[in-house]
C-alpha cells in the first residue's frame, strides 16, 4: 500500500528534523566519551582526561554546528527527492488511471478546454484593452484635452481651437508637456502612382507628450514644427519596411507628400503608433501658425502629459480658470453668449480611459458570459468526476477499508482533476491563440487597441492558475459529501447504489447549469433583438448597389473652384458611362462613416445670436448625390450641373432641420447660410426624407447640402479636394467596379490615390452602432451557443445516469404493469423537473443582471418577455429532446433481468 | 614534527581508513593516528564535517550501531562510489607526489641555459 507507506514515511522525516541536532550531539560526544576513557586508562585524573580530548578534538561548537549544517541540507534534499518521487508516481497513476477511462478524460479535457479556452480568450483581450497600460512611457500622465459643449451636442465633445491650444502651451503649469494632432489620409507619389498614406500631422510637442523615440535619424523638434520650416516628414517602422524595404539610405532623400516635396528626416522606432493604435505612415509636422488670427474652429485634437504629481483634477481646475479668459482675450471668436449657451468647457480625461471609450462595459459583459460558459463547463466535469468515482465506489471502499484515509483518496481525486485541467487547460491555450488571432483577423470596429490583442504572458499565467484552481476545485469537490469510511462501505455492500446526497448534488448542478445558460441565453437573445431592431432602422439611404471610395486631389495642380470641380465632373461622367452603372455623385462627408464637419447655420428672417447657433452637419455634395446614395427627397429638388456652372445658390436640406427651423411651413425658397447671418442666403431647393447619418441608433440627422462652389457673394471653405465618391449600379453587386474606376483614375491623373473602397453595406455594418451590437452579438452568441450545449449534454448525462440507477425500481413497476409510456414518461418527468427549476432560477438571475445588460441595448428592456419566453421554450424542448434517449431505454428495461441483478 | 593536511586530501585519508569495514568516526581518528605516527596534525573534531559531506554525497553511509564498549555509536561503511572515489583520489596524489618527487631531486636549472 503505497499510499499508507508515504504517511509514515513523511511522518518520519518530520520527527527526523528534531532528531537531527540530537544525532550530532551524540556522535561527538561518543567520541569524546572514548578519548577521555583512553586517558583515563593512561593515568590521567577524569578532568584532566576530559580537558585533553577536548582539546584534541577542536572546537565542538564549531565542528558541530557545520555537521549539522550538513546534515539539515542532506534532509532536504531527500524531502525534495521523496516529493517529486511522490508526485511523479501519482502523476503516472492518474494517467494509468484516466488512460483506462478514455471516454471519461476526452468528454472531460474537451469539456474544460472549451471554459478555459473562451474565459482565456476574454481575459486576453480585456486585458489588452484595459488592463495594460498605453504602451508610452509613464502613461498614466497622459491625458486628453478636449471640449464638451452640453449645450449644443450632449455626446459629442470638440477638439480643441488652435487658439486654445497656443493659449494652454503658453500659460498652463500643470503640464509637462502639450501636442497637437491630426491624423488624415495623404498622398505619396511613388513610381507607380500615387499612394494613400495615413499621415499624422503632429506638431513637435506631441514627440515630447508621447515620449517618441526614432529609429534611425531624427523626429520632428520645434524648428522643424514653424509655419516658415521647409517640409520634413518621418517615416512610420512598418511603413520604412514595407515600402523602402527597411534602407537606411532613405534619410535625406525627398519625396512628394501630397504634391509638395518633403524631406524624409527619420524613421519612428518600431511599434510606436498613435493611443488609438491607427496606422500611421507617415509622421509630418503640423506647422500651427500662432500668429494666425483666432477661430472658434475646433479641430485640434490635444494630448497632454501632466508634470509629476500634478493630478487630473488639478489640471482640470488649471484650464477651466484659463477656459473662462477666452471671450476677454480672443472676443472675434469667443462671445459671452456662446460660452454660456453651450455650455463651452475644457476637459481633461486620463488618455487611457478616452481609448478604452465605452468598450469597457462590453468587455466586462462578456467575460461574464464566459465565465459563466467555464461554471457551466465545470459543472458537467464536475459531474463526470462523480459518475466516475460512483463506479470506482468498491475500488475506494476497499482502499478505506485497508487504511486509506479521506486525504489519500483526496489526493488521488486530485491528482487526477489536476491532471485533466493542466491537459485542458493546455488545450485551451491554443483555443484561445486560435480565438484571438480570428479576432484580430476579423477586425471588430468598435474595438480599441485591437492590434495588442494576442496571446501573451499575462494570459497563460491566466490560463495556468485557473486551470489549477478548478482543478483543485474539482479534486476536492468529491470529497466534500461523501460520508465516512464506514458509510462508503455499507453503501458500496447494497449493491452499488448511490447515495442520496450524492444524487442531490448532482441533481443541483444541472439546476444550475440550466439556470446559468438561461442567464447567458437570455442576455444573448436581448442582443439578438437589438440587433434585429437596430437593423430595421430605416438610415434613410439606399446602401445595396452602392459603392463607396475616397480620392484626394493634389493641392498643387488644382488650385481652384474650377480645377477640382472639372476634375470631378469628368472622372464622375466616365465612371457613369461604365457598363451597370447607373449614377455616380461624391460628397465631403460619408452618412455613418465620418458626418461630423459642421458649421453654424443661420436661416433667414430668424434673429440669432451667432454665438448661440448649432453647429450643423454641412457636406458639400455633388449633382446627382441623392440618386447616387439613395437618398429620397420629399420635396423639390437635387443641385445639377447646370445649376453649378451657373453658380445657383441652390442647397437641400433634411427634413428634421426644415421642421426645426420652420414648422408647418413649406421649406422650399427658404434663405439659410453658414458662416454668417447677414444676406445673402442659400435657398432652399430640396428636403431629404429623415436621414441617420450620425448612426443608427441616434436620431435622424439634421444637415444642410451645400453645392462643390459657392453661390455668387457667399463664401464656402475652399474647393473640395477630398472627397468621399458614391457609385451605384443597377442590380449587381458594386465591389467588381473597383479595378475598373481605378483604371479611369490613372488615365484622369497618376497623382490622386484611392482609398477606403468598399461597399455602402460594410460601410454601415462597420458603423459604430452596428459593429458593436454585432460584435457583442457573435461573443455572447458563442457563448450562449456553448453554454446551452453543455447544459444540454449535462442533462443527458445525468438522466442517463440515473435510468441506470432507477433499472431495478423500473423493472419492478414494470412487472407491476406499469406500461412503456408510462416508464418512459417518468423519466422525461425528472428532467422536466431539474430544467423547470433551473428556469426559475435562471430568469431571476436574468432579470437581476439585467441592468448590466440594458446600457448594451438598442430600444429593447432587459426584461423583453418575447426573449425569456423564448429561451424557455428552447431549454424546455432541448430538455426533452435530452431524455429522449434515456426514457426509450428506461421503456426498453426488462422487468425480469432488472430484477434478478438487484 | 607535525604536517598539516591539504584541503580534500582528508576526505582521501578518511576513505581510505573505511576499506576495512565499518567505522565509527573514533575509530577513524585512531586509526589515522596509528597509521601515521601521529605525524598528522589533525583536530579530530574535524573528521565529522568531512564524514557528514562524504555521507551527503552518497560516498558513505552512516548507521547508528553499538561499539565495542556497548555505546551507542555511529558506524560509517564506504559505498561502491566512494571506493572509485577513493581509488581517483589516490592514483591522482600519487601522480602529483611522484611529479613533486622529480622536481625535488632534479638538478637546478642554471642560468641561461
Known amino acids: ?902 | 614534527m607535525r604536517i598539516d593536511l591539504l584541503q580534500g586530501t582528508l576526505d582521501m585519508l578518511i576513505l581510505k581508513a573505511l576499506t576495512g569495514g565499518s567505522l565509527h568516526g573514533y575509530a577513524v581518528a585512531s586509526w589515522l593516528q596509528r597509521t601515521t605516527d601521529d605525524a598528522l596534525r589533525v583536530e579530530e573534531g574535524s573528521l565529522y564535517p568531512a564524514l557528514h559531506r562524504m555521507t551527503r554525497r552518497g560516498w558513505v553511509t552512516a548507521d547508528w550501531g553499538v561499539s565495542e564498549n556497548n555505546r551507542r555509536a555511529k558506524f560509517y561503511t564506504l559505498t561502491a562510489e566512494g571506493r572509485r572515489q577513493l581509488q581517483e583520489e589516490s592514483s591522482s596524489w600519487e601522480r602529483l607526489t611522484e611529479a613533486v618527487a622529480k622536481v625535488l631531486h632534479a638538478r637546478p636549472a642554471a642560468q641561461g641555459a
Open chain 1, 1 to 902: 500500500m503505497p499510499w499508507i507507506k508515504d504517511r509514515y514515511h513523511a511522518l518520519r522525516m518530520l520527527v527526523r528534523r528534531g532528531q537531527l541536532e540530537a544525532d550530532v550531539a551524540e556522535e561527538l560526544e561518543f567520541h569524546l566519551a572514548m578519548r577521555t576513557d583512553e586517558y583515563i586508562a593512561q593515568g590521567l585524573s577524569p578532568e584532566a582526561a576530559r580537558e585533553k580530548a577536548l582539546e584534541r578534538f577542536g572546537s565542538v561548537r564549531t565542528y558541530q554546528e557545520q555537521t549539522r549544517g550538513i546534515d539539515a541540507g542532506m534532509a532536504r534534499q531527500r524531502r525534495r527527492t521523496e516529493l517529486w518521487d511522490v508526485v511523479a508516481r501519482e502523476t503516472r497513476q492518474a494517467l494509468r488511471s484516466l488512460s483506462r477511462t478514455p471516454a471519461f478524460t476526452l468528454m472531460a479535457v474537451l469539456t474544460l478546454a472549451l471554459g478555459l479556452g473562451a474565459t482565456t480568450a476574454l481575459y486576453s483581450v480585456v486585458d489588452a484593452v484595459m488592463l495594460r497600460p498605453l504602451p508610452y512611457a509613464e502613461p498614466e500622465q497622459l491625458v486628453l484635452l478636449d471640449s464638451p459643449v452640453p449645450g449644443f451636442a450632449a455626446n459629442a465633445p470638440w477638439d480643441l481651437s488652435e487658439a486654445g491650444f497656443f493659449l494652454f502651451t503658453r500659460q498652463a503649469q500643470g503640464f509637462a508637456s502639450l501636442g497637437a494632432l491630426d491624423a488624415r489620409n495623404g498622398s505619396l507619389a511613388t513610381e507607380t502612382g500615387a499612394l494613400r498614406v495615413d499621415v499624422a500631422w503632429v506638431s513637435a510637442g506631441l514627440m515630447e507628450v508621447l515620449r517618441a523615440r526614432p529609429a534611425l535619424g531624427r523626429l520632428i523638434t520645434p524648428d522643424l514644427d514653424a509655419p516658415s520650416a521647409p517640409r520634413s516628414a518621418v517615416l512610420g517602422h512598418d511603413f520604412w519596411v514595407r515600402q523602402y524595404g527597411a534602407d537606411p539610405r532613405v534619410l535625406g532623400t525627398t519625396i512628394r507628400l501630397d504634391d509638395v516635396p518633403t524631406e524624409i528626416i527619420g524613421v519612428m522606432a518600431k511599434g510606436f503608433q498613435l493611443p488609438d493604435a491607427a496606422t500611421v505612415d507617415v509622421w509630418a509636422p503640423l506647422r500651427l501658425d500662432p500668429s494666425r488670427p483666432p477661430e472658434n474652429s475646433h479641430w485640434v485634437r490635444t494630448l497632454g502629459r501632466l508634470k509629476d504629481g500634478v493630478t487630473v483634477a488639478q489640471a482640470q481646475a488649471e484650464l477651466a480658470t484659463l477656459t473662462t479668459r477666452l471671450p476677454e482675450l480672443f472676443p472675434d471668436a469667443y462671445t459671452e453668449s456662446f460660452m454660456r449657451e453651450t455650455g463651452f468647457r475644457t476637459r481633461v480625461t486620463p488618455l487611457a480611459r478616452h481609448v478604452v471609450g465605452d468598450a469597457d462595459r462590453v468587455l466586462w459583459v462578456l467575460l461574464g458570459s464566459v465565465g459563466l460558459v467555464l461554471l457551466i463547463a465545470c459543472a458537467n466535469v464536475a459531474n463526470l468526476f462523480l459518475v466516475r468515482s460512483d463506479a470506482r465506489r468498491r475500488e475506494v471502499a476497499v482502499r478505506s477499508a485497508l487504511g486509506a484515509g479521506r486525504w489519500d483518496l483526496a489526493w488521488h481525486s486530485l491528482t487526477e482533476s489536476l491532471l485533466v485541467c493542466l491537459l485542458a487547460g493546455a488545450l485551451g491555450l491554443l483555443l484561445a491563440h486560435g480565438a484571438l488571432r480570428l479576432l484580430v483577423a476579423l477586425e471588430p470596429s468598435g474595438l480599441p487597441r485591437l492590434r495588442e490583442v494576442g496571446l501573451d504572458g499575462h494570459g497563460i499565467v491566466f490560463a495556468g492558475g485557473l486551470a489549477a484552481l478548478v482543478g483543485i476545485v474539482l479534486g476536492l469537490f468529491p470529497q466534500l459529501w461523501t460520508g465516512s469510511d464506514l458509510a462508503r462501505l455499507r453503501e458500496s455492500g447494497r449493491g452499488l447504489t448511490s447515495s442520496r446526497r450524492s444524487n442531490l448534488v448532482r441533481g443541483g448542478m444541472v439546476v444550475a447549469q440550466v439556470g446559468l445558460a438561461v442567464i447567458l441565453l437570455a442576455a444573448a437573445g436581448l442582443m439578438l433583438r437589438s440587433y434585429w431592431t437596430l437593423h430595421r432602422v430605416a438610415p434613410g439611404l439606399e446602401a445595396r448597389n452602392a459603392l463607396t471610395f475616397d480620392i484626394v486631389l493634389p493641392r498643387t495642380r488644382y488650385t481652384n473652384y474650377d480645377e477640382v470641380n472639372r476634375f470631378h465632373r469628368e472622372f464622375l461622367s466616365r465612371i457613369e458611362a461604365l457598363p451597370g452603372v447607373t449614377s455616380a455623385s461624391l460628397s465631403t462627408l460619408l452618412p455613418l462613416r465620418n458626418f461630423e464637419q459642421c458649421a453654424a447655420v443661420a436661416a433667414e428672417g430668424m434673429p440669432v445670436d451667432l454665438g448661440q447657433l448649432p453647429c450643423i452637419a454641412s457636406p458639400v455634395v455633388g449633382p446627382g448625390y441623392f440618386k447616387a446614395l439613395g437618398i429620397p427627397l420629399i420635396q423639390g429638388r437635387e443641385l445639377t450641373w447646370d445649376d453649378l456652372d451657373q453658380h445657383a445658390d441652390g442647397v437641400l436640406v433634411t427634413k428634421t432641420l426644415a421642421e426645426r427651423l420652420w414648422p408647418g411651413q413649406d421649406a422650399l425658397g427658404k434663405g439659410i447660410r453658414g458662416n454668417g447671418s447677414e444676406p445673402p442666403y442659400y435657398r432652399v431647393i430640396g428636403v431629404t426624407d429623415d436621414l441617420r447619418a450620425h448612426g443608427l441608433d441616434k436620431p435622424p440627422s439634421e444637415a444642410v447640402f451645400f453645392p462643390l462652389a459657392p453661390a455668387e457673394g457667399l463664401p464656402l471653405w475652399g474647393p473640395r479636394r477630398s472627397v468621399s465618391v458614391v457609385v451605384r449600379t443597377g442590380t449587381s453587386s458594386p465591389e467588381p467596379l473597383i479595378p475598373e474606376v481605378r483604371r479611369i483614375l490613372a488615365e484622369l491623373d497618376t497623382a490622386v490615390p484611392l482609398a477606403n473602397a468598399q461597399a455602402m453595406e460594410r460601410v454601415v455594418a462597420r458603423s459604430p452602432s452596428v459593429a458593436r451590437a454585432s460584435l457583442t452579438l457573435l461573443l455572447l452568441g458563442i457563448a450562449g451557443g456553448m453554454a446551452l450545449l453543455l447544459s444540454v449534454v449535462g442533462l443527458y448525462g445525468v438522466i442517463s445516469y440515473i435510468v441506470g440507477q432507477r433499472r431495478g425500481e423500473l423493472g419492478i413497476r414494470m412487472a407491476l404493469g406499469a406500461r412503456a409510456a408510462q416508464v418512459a414518461g417518468l423519466v422525461v418527468f425528472q428532467s422536466l423537473r431539474f430544467t423547470a427549476l433551473g428556469i426559475v432560477l435562471g430568469l431571476l438571475g436574468a432579470v437581476s443582471l439585467g441592468e448590466v445588460l440594458s446600457a448594451l441595448l438598442f430600444e429593447v428592456s432587459a426584461t423583453d418577455p418575447l426573449v425569456l419566453t423564448g429561451v424557455c421554450g428552447v431549454l424546455v424542448i432541448l430538455a426533452v429532446l435530452a431524455s429522449y434517449g434515456p426514457a426509450r431505454r428506461a421503456a426498453r428495461v426488462d422487468p425480469a433481468e432488472a430484477l434478478r441483478s438487484e
